[in-house]
């Protein structure tokens, strides 16, 4: 990576609005994923339902991004395993989470043990994902522009921000039904 590469990655990580973003997004996706672990919500997260849903969604999100980022079939070939596997490992991470969270009692019922451990947890997580993210930032770096990975930025962020602005949509739908 070239030095004006380099310094224009530095300023890209380091720029407070976009780790305030990253972390935005990392919170939506705990905050659905959150929902998924609440009574009365068993079949979100499970079945041919909750899949399908799954892979429309990610099917959305790869349309979504290949159009912001404008990308070159070349760059494309390069750029989606990189992606795909940066994915993977923030599921991983996610689940690994949830099924820890879920052994743990609500955290006002916790003792002073299982608090120091649930914050423990939560460092951890935010540590990891920034670290999973630097990692997956410098290996697209050697496959499309930093220009590219800024828009790649954006374009997670809106395509998140969509997502729950559809969510809080289907809620609002959800509870008028509930009343009448």
Not at 22 to 40: E, R, V
Not at 47 to 69: D, F, H, N, S, W
């Amino acid at each position: 990576m070239g030095l004006k590469a380099a310094i224009c990655f530095h300023t890209l990580i380091n720029n407070t609005t976009t780790m305030q973003n990253f972390f935005i997004a990392i919170i939506a996706l705990l905050i659905t994923s959150g929902l998924a672990a609440q009574p009365g919500r068993s079949d979100f997260r499970s079945g041919p339902q909750m899949q399908e849903r799954k892979e429309a969604i990610e099917a959305r999100k790869v349309a979504y991004i290949t159009k912001k980022l404008d990308l070159t079939p070349a760059e494309a070939q390069l750029f989606w395993p990189i992606y795909n596997a940066y994915n993977r490992e923030v599921d991983e991470l996610s689940e690994l989470i949830r099924t820890k969270r879920a052994e743990m009692p609500p955290v006002s019922e916790m003792d002073e043990a299982q608090a120091a451990e649930f914050v423990e947890d939560e460092v951890y997580r935010f540590e990891k994902a920034a670290e999973l993210r630097r990692e997956y930032t410098e290996k697209m770096l050697e496959v499309i522009s930093v220009e590219k990975v800024a828009l790649l930025f954006e374009a997670e962020r809106s395509f998140n921000r969509m997502l729950f602005r559809e969510a809080q949509r289907r809620h609002r739908m959800d509870s008028r039904r509930g009343q009448e």
